[in-house]
């Protein structure tokens, strides 16, 4: 099982940026399809984005687009989401999650079982 370490949360003004990462151990990071999802207060958890482990498929949220961006590094075993343009209802915890890229078709939002600890990011006026 892989386990994910999130970093990069904190608080920035609307219409602001930031990098998230997530690093994950293990030498099999590359057979892993990666996600990030995000839950606020009172809200349940709710997909943002996810790469395929090869890293030519990627898939975003309908509020995301054009927005966030989903990239991975294999050989640092880490993959990352660019947050621009952000918005207040952006405010959430922020999750990494993986799953086993073979065991799946096509890129979705289901199936990922291995999730990090989450980072905050604050959206402010």
């Known amino acids: 099982q892989v386990q994910l370490v999130e970093s990069g949360g904190g608080l920035v003004q609307a219409g602001g940026s930031l990098r998230l990462s997530c690093a994950a151990s293990?030498?099999?990071?590359?057979?892993?399809?990666m996600g990030w999802f995000r839950q606020a207060p009172g809200k349940d958890r709710e997909f943002v984005a996810a790469?395929?482990?090869?890293?030519?498929?990627?898939l975003y949220a309908d509020p995301v687009k054009g927005r966030f961006t989903i990239s991975r590094d294999n050989a640092k075993n880490t993959v990352y989401l660019q947050v621009t343009s952000l918005k207040l209802e952006d405010t959430a915890v922020y999750y990494c999650?993986?799953?086993?890229?073979?065991?799946?078709?096509?890129?979705?939002?289901?199936?990922?079982?291995?999730w990090g600890q989450g980072t905050q990011v604050t959206v402010s006026s």
């Open positions: 999650a993986a799953r086993l890229g073979y065991e799946y078709i096509a890129l979705s939002p289901a199936g990922f079982r291995s």
């Open positions: 293990g030498r099999t990071f590359s057979t892993y399809d």
């Open positions: 790469i395929r482990w090869s890293g030519l498929s990627t």
